[in-house]
């Protein structure tokens, strides 16, 4: 089952790579284009959620999950914003898709960070 989820979140995350294949390649580490995409926004919000989790755990106990749901929200709808514009339909959309982004994230953080995390817990 895990190998299953890892060759999914490989294939979403080279999924903008596979598109520009044929393109330039992006001199930017993001574009507001990339972010727009799921595999995108899912790196961005993955960086985000690592950067910010501690600081955010010190302060308020707000679940993981929802603290992810958020990021991918955020990121979604400005990323929307700054390349084709927000209306009311298109936030609609990234609401759902913001599920998508976190579910991705989420399981993305379970594939890479957690065995370190737990072996991190376990040294005295």
Do not use: C, H
Request: glycine share 4%.
């Amino acid at each position: 089952m895990k190998k299953i989820l890892l060759f999914i979140m490989l294939m979403v995350l080279l999924l903008p790579a596979v598109a520009l294949a044929e393109g330039d390649l992006p001199t930017d580490p993001f574009t507001w284009v990339q972010l727009a995409t799921i595999s995108g926004a899912t790196l961005a919000v993955l960086l985000i959620v690592q950067v910010l989790k501690l600081p955010i755990d010190k302060i308020w106990k707000i679940p993981t999950r929802i603290v992810v749901y958020v990021f991918s929200l955020i990121v979604l709808l400005l990323a929307t914003y700054f390349t084709t514009g927000l209306t009311v339909s298109d936030g609609i959309l990234a609401a759902f898709n913001a599920l998508i982004v976190t579910l991705a994230a989420m399981g993305a953080y379970e594939l890479t960070f957690r065995k370190y995390d737990d072996n991190k817990k376990e040294i005295p």
